[in-house]
């Protein structure tokens, strides 16, 4: 198991350094860059995407504008769009203020020795570092996808049970058709209805909408502190819950199914054993196996994927947000940075799934494989 996990830990090397080349050579060709984006900015002909991007702080533009100095305002040749008019050496001094007076593959081999070193730079447009940043949105991130996974798994396995016991019934067929139509709803127009019915929309006015605490929390007590933050997430959670019950309920299912009809199974009962020692004495283990250990990775799964739209429509400033405002901003310090961490994240996070399978049945030895 040892050499496993060493094999397994060195091929994130060779991974995460794809993945940053990849993903670095896109965003190198992608039109917008942090250059143009200042270039907009001096010129007045900024388009903000949301209202929290934005923002060069005032440091930035003024020493861009001192850099200038008093440059005729000649017509200025340059690669970028919008620079026309502009002094070429402000352009110059706006390409050395964000690194792009180097060569391509000098910047990359520099920002990959800064992450080697865990240092992810600061922001260009928020005079932040990454770290702080990410440190920053990652409780509300990791709330939604915690407690989003936790209540998901909750629900699903007890009901992919019962399905399973009692496939073909009315009861099966049922749930079946609510679940299939929850996948059907996106999760972000759920959310929307949800705010119209219990947040103030147009009927009840039950839950907040903004935020994952209150303004006051810090004052509440302890059990106040906890109702407080549990109320504000029932809404978001509800939300994101919405279309996870039908891949996870039916994977039960099906487990329960193959394991249900194998022999050993037949064998149990013919002993005499109960119906629930058979299902949860010897069914459960290797039943659960796959879901079990896809845990983690569902974790990460929510992470990412489902909590962008559910952060905009809930006013929760996660990681999905400043991932969103970084990319359209082109804040590539965070973009990078924030791609690099979470890759780091989910690769570790599948080692730790795989590692799982041991835990949920001792019989499975990664020693025999060589990768």
């Not at 060493?6 to 991974?15: D, K, Q, S, V």
């Not at 670095?24 to 903000?48: C, D, N, Y």
Request: charged share 15%.
């Amino acid at each position: 198991m040892f050499a496993y996990i060493i094999r397994r830990l060195l091929l994130i090397i060779p991974t995460l350094f794809g993945i940053m080349v990849i993903n670095f050579a896109i965003i190198q060709v992608a039109p917008g860059g942090p250059v143009e984006q200042l270039i907009a900015k001096l010129t007045g002909t900024a388009v903000e995407a949301t209202a929290r991007i934005g923002g060069s702080s005032g440091a930035e533009v003024s020493g861009a504008q001192n850099a200038a100095g008093a440059n005729a305002a000649a017509e200025a040749n340059s690669k970028y769009r919008g620079a026309r008019g502009l002094p070429p050496n402000l352009i110059k001094d706006i390409e050395k203020l964000y690194g792009f007076d180097k060569p391509v593959h000098e910047r990359f081999f520099q920002m990959l020795g800064q992450y080697v070193r865990f240092d992810f730079g600061k922001s260009f447009f928020r005079d932040r570092r990454v770290v702080d940043l990410v440190l920053d949105k990652m409780p509300v991130s990791i709330s939604l996808g915690l407690w989003t996974t936790i209540l998901t798994y909750l629900v699903c396995i007890p009901l992919g049970i019962r399905k399973a016991v009692r496939d073909g019934t009315r009861f099966d067929l049922w749930t079946s058709t609510v679940v299939a139509i929850g996948y059907s709803i996106p999760s972000f127009l759920f959310a929307i209805v949800l705010v119209v019915l219990f947040a103030g929309g147009s009927y009840l006015d039950w839950f907040p909408l903004r935020g994952i605490v209150s303004p006051n929390w810090s004052e509440l007590s302890l059990l106040g502190k906890i109702g407080d933050y549990f109320w504000h997430l029932i809404l978001p959670i509800t939300a994101m819950m919405i279309g996870g019950f039908a891949t996870l309920t039916m994977l039960t299912k099906n487990s329960f199914l193959e394991e249900i009809n194998k022999q050993y199974v037949i064998t149990a009962r013919a002993k005499g054993l109960a119906e629930r020692r058979v299902l949860y004495g010897h069914v459960f283990r290797n039943a659960m196996l796959i879901i079990v250990a896809g845990a983690p990775a569902s974790f990460i799964g929510i992470l990412f994927t489902s909590s962008l739209l559910i952060e905009v429509i809930f006013s929760l400033d996660g990681l999905g947000l400043l991932g969103f405002e970084a990319l359209i901003g082109r804040d590539y310090p965070i973009i990078f940075g924030t791609l690099f961490f979470f890759t780091l994240l989910g690769l570790v996070v599948k080692l730790i799934g795989d590692l799982t399978y041991v835990l949920v049945d001792p019989r499975i030895d990664f020693d025999r494989r060589r990768v």
